[in-house]
């Protein structure tokens, strides 16, 4: 990675997935800049990316065009070009994942999509003329989206969403020389995760029950990032590519847990 810059959007605390995969980017010789939205979350970030040497924050909000405008003007006028981009952004109402999912309301279904799919392709217009020599966008997805999972209601339909979207960025994408890939860890102990009902017990029972007996770890899928934004990923394109202990591979739990 070394050589390369790319920006990383999602990073909320030291347990992010975003994080993982910055360090791992860092660490592999990456130079990065991170988007947060808002001051409350850049208070949390700013620390973090002093850490690693990240001098090149700005704030974006992916609901508002006037802002995604800025933050890319201020990326563009920075640096003039882009290597790789870790979307790592979603959001749905967590009342409305406590309950039953026919009962989605249409003002979260459309916020939960705009958010967590739409962003995607909204950052993938305005980053891909930057990636003048080619480059990597990537995702973060969960096995929800093709799998019904407790308390993830419309956030499946979200990143199934997310998912069909990435394929069509490949393929749009890829005469650019641009790469468009998605990660599906298993549940892991994130902000994020926290706000998911029942998501200790999906921690344990991914845990228990997965072919490693084991859930997916910060470096785990920041070493897959690297590979995929690295020259070692240079043919791979359009993939889900899952870091979840092998729990994806499963039709019953394992017969010590039956």
Partial sequence: MQGKRGLVMGVANERSIAWGIAKAMHGAGAELAFTYQGENFGKRVKPLAASIGVDLLV???VTDD???DAAFETLTSAWGSLDFVVHAIA???KDELAGRFIN?????????LDISCYSLIDVARRAAPLM???GTILTLT???STRVTPFYNVMGVAKAALESAVLYLANDLGPQGIRVNAISPGPMKTLAGAAIGGARKTFRQTEANAPLRANATLEAVGGTAVYLASDAG???SGEIIRVDGGY???GMPQAENI
């Fill in 59 to 61: 704030d974006a909000d």
């Fill in 66 to 68: 006037a802002s995604m």
């Fill in 91 to 93: 959001y749905s109402n």
């Fill in 104 to 112: 989605t309301s249409r003002d979260n279904f459309k916020n939960s």
């Fill in 132 to 134: 003048t020599v080619g």
């Fill in 142 to 144: 969960y096995q929800g």
């Fill in 234 to 236: 240079a043919c791979t």
């Fill in 248 to 250: 994806h591979v499963l």
